[in-house]
């Protein structure tokens, strides 16, 4: 049996998936669920929700909990910083991204007038400046790229590659981080699916 990951290409969390499996190295069949109005990943999974992993014949749902099962299987090139209290950092970090800063980058794909907008933009503004005054002076959050980085990474990078916004460029420590980012994971520009 192979391992698939079933998948939306535009998701973020599919994306931070495949950054996962790219950074460690192993291969892997994509099932794209568009492709069959998500008929398969329902047969597989018993629900509509990406991404989805097969492992073997094993079903694991949720990019965080596949990204873990990928560390824990493939430790090679890990994802998280050493350390106790540092790993629990980039987790709260990594949760804080999939639960918090989605609902501003999801209220600014949803604005669909000036004045929606203009308050989506107030939301995320709030976001981008901590995350702004997190990476002065700063490379990653940690010594290297870490899960924390991928999680916040590819919840912005939606905003280029789907809903066709892009960061102020008042925010420059951010831009430098994404700028490091895209260089790291090899994308040409912004607007660049990852993997």
Avoid at 14 to 23: H, L, N, S
Avoid at 74 to 87: E, F, H, L, R
Wanted: include cysteine; hydrophobic fraction near 40%.
């Amino acid at each position: 049996m192979a391992i698939r990951l079933f998948q939306s290409p535009t998701s973020m969390f599919c994306e931070k998936v495949r950054i996962v499996f790219a950074m460690k190295n192993v291969p892997y069949e994509v099932v794209d669920v568009k492709k069959d109005d998500r008929k398969s990943l329902i047969e597989f999974s018993g629900q509509r929700k990406v991404p989805v992993m097969d492992y073997h014949g094993q079903r694991i749902i949720d990019s965080t909990f596949i990204s873990a099962f990928l560390e824990e299987k493939y430790p090679q090139n890990t994802i998280y910083p050493q350390g106790a209290s540092d790993k629990a950092l980039c987790l709260m970090l990594e949760d804080w991204s999939d639960e918090v800063l989605i609902h501003a980058i999801h209220l600014m794909r949803r604005a669909d007038n000036p004045e929606a907008r203009k308050g989506a933009e107030k939301e995320l503004g709030i976001h981008l400046q901590s995350l702004d005054r997190l990476f002065d002076g700063k490379t990653f959050i940690f010594d290297r790229m870490t899960m924390a980085d991928i999680a916040i990474f590819t919840q912005l990078h939606y905003l280029y590659t789907v809903v066709k916004y892009e960061l102020p460029a008042s925010y420059k420590d951010l831009h430098k981080w994404m700028d490091l980012m895209c260089r790291s994971l090899k994308l040409a520009s912004l607007t660049d699916m990852a993997a």
